[in-house]
């Protein structure tokens, strides 16, 4: 299961965040620090699997943002590596090459698509058409 997903930028600020189980606000805050630090030190040649306290972590790179999920130890770390290649793909297709700043200021979008891929923590669609199918629809009505 996924237990949350993490958008961070270079300087290690969260651009997006995403919990599929509780965690109160005061905790995040410090679990986030300790997942960025532990992600962002690591060199290109290093695993992109990390053991972190009673999960794990996998993490991605795309220019200048990181994209970390936490899963638990039953989880398969590859399906959730592409799960993250999946999702750039998705925004990409959506943006016309996704940017830093189209994840800030279309933050629900992003959001509405994050919620297609993922439901309650497990990974329901990965059909890129699917998935942007609720978003053009938006689209539609908002320019009508």
Known sequence: MIKFFLMVNKQGQTRLSK???HVEIHK???LEADVIKSCLSRTKDECSFVEYKDFKLVYR???ALFIVIGVDEAENELAVYELVHNFV???????????????MFNLDKVHII????I???HI???NKSRILAPLLVLDKMVES
Do not use: H, P, W
Request: aromatic share 14%; proline share 0%; glycine share 2%.
């Open 19 to 21: 919990y599929f189980e």
């Open 89 to 103: 793909e998705v925004l990409d297709k959506y943006f016309s090459r996704v940017s830093e700043l189209d994840i």
């Open 119 to 121: 439901l309650n923590g």
């Open 61 to 63: 790179q795309y220019a």
């Open 114 to 117: 994050l919620d297609e891929m």
């Open 28 to 30: 995040r805050t410090s």
């Open 124 to 126: 329901v669609e990965t």
